[in-house]
């Protein structure tokens, strides 16, 4: 009676374990990856690496189109943003890590040069700004081409060029700045455009941004390619500033990058408006107000 008691016990034992064996090595294995420095400069390369046990296929994704298909290696970005990495193993299994990538620092000698910063062209009558960078000056004077006169004393200038009526071809001038650290004025062509035809239906370029925003969130509910859409609306409309403020349907808010990783695994959302706040000085969206529903 005893030994066959035994003999159960040990066959039930061997059997647990064979069951356990073949759990373990048919389960999908966890991910052990990882990527640094998480915040890096452009140029500078990143190091990736994955120790996953079991693990014979690495598909890399690093959010600008391109991959990778090895087990470790180093990846380069020429464009600052923050970007979603994805690597999956054995096409089954995924992980998911975000990379900031930072402009490269402007160098002393670049810091100590006065430069124009602001557009190479625009239309007539619209708001264009210009700002003095660079070498610590104190006094400014701005000379925009087209009243022959001083336009403005300040570091950041806005200024709007006149409507021509009888002109129809594009007019180019000289911006002229002058400092308390220069010799000489420092200079930049614009090019001025004919404005929109006083006849024709007004455009609401808010009601385009709005628009376009709308769709690419659209597009990552409906779990179309995240990082480029992604990265679309935050290199485009908010300045890389991936913290801005996103309120949904009056009362929730996240930060943007929080809102559209959450956005992109709630299957199901219909995104049936955008508005939008901008800064008037740099016109970066800075805060998105979205209705949706499921």
């Known amino acids: 009676m005893n030994s066959k008691l035994t003999l159960s016990a040990r066959t039930f034992l061997l059997a647990t374990v064979a069951l356990l064996g073949l759990y373990a090595y048919t389960d999908e294995p966890k991910i052990q990856a990882s990527i640094y420095p998480l915040q890096q400069v452009v140029g500078q390369p990143i190091r990736y690496v994955d120790s996953t046990m079991q693990a014979e296929d690495w598909h890399w994704e690093f959010g600008n189109g391109q991959e990778a298909r090895r087990e470790k290696g180093l990846f380069t970005y020429f464009k600052p943003g923050t970007y979603l990495i994805r690597l999956t193993v054995n096409e089954s299994t995924s992980k998911t890590f975000t990379v900031v990538i930072k402009p490269k620092p402007v160098s002393n000698s670049e810091n100590a040069i006065v430069r124009i910063q602001g557009p190479k062209s625009g239309f007539e009558e619209e708001k264009l700004v210009f700002t003095a960078v ?6 400014f004077t701005w000379r925009f081409g087209a009243s022959g006169q001083v336009d403005s004393r300040e ?25 308390d650290v220069t010799k000489y004025p420092i200079q930049q062509q614009v090019t001025i455009y004919r404005g929109y035809n006083k006849f024709d239906p007004p455009i609401d370029s808010l009601d385009l941004i709005s628009g376009d925003i709308r769709q690419r ?24 500033h991936n913290n801005t403020l996103v309120r949904t349907n009056g009362t929730k808010a996240n930060d943007f990058y929080s809102y559209c990783m959450g956005l992109q695994f709630d299957r199901g959302v219909r995104i049936d408006a955008v508005s939008i706040a901008s800064d008037t000085l740099t016109s970066c969206v800075v805060r998105l107000d979205v209705t949706q529903h499921k």
């Open 134 to 139: 660079g070498g610590q000056a104190k006094q």
């Open 155 to 179: 570091q950041t200038a806005i200024y709007s060029y006149p409507r021509e009526e009888n002109y129809g071809r594009p007019r180019r001038y000289t911006v002229e700045l002058m400092t």
């Open 217 to 240: 969130l659209q597009f990552i509910a409906d779990g179309r390619p995240f990082n480029n859409n992604y990265n679309y609306l935050l290199q485009k409309y908010l300045c890389n």
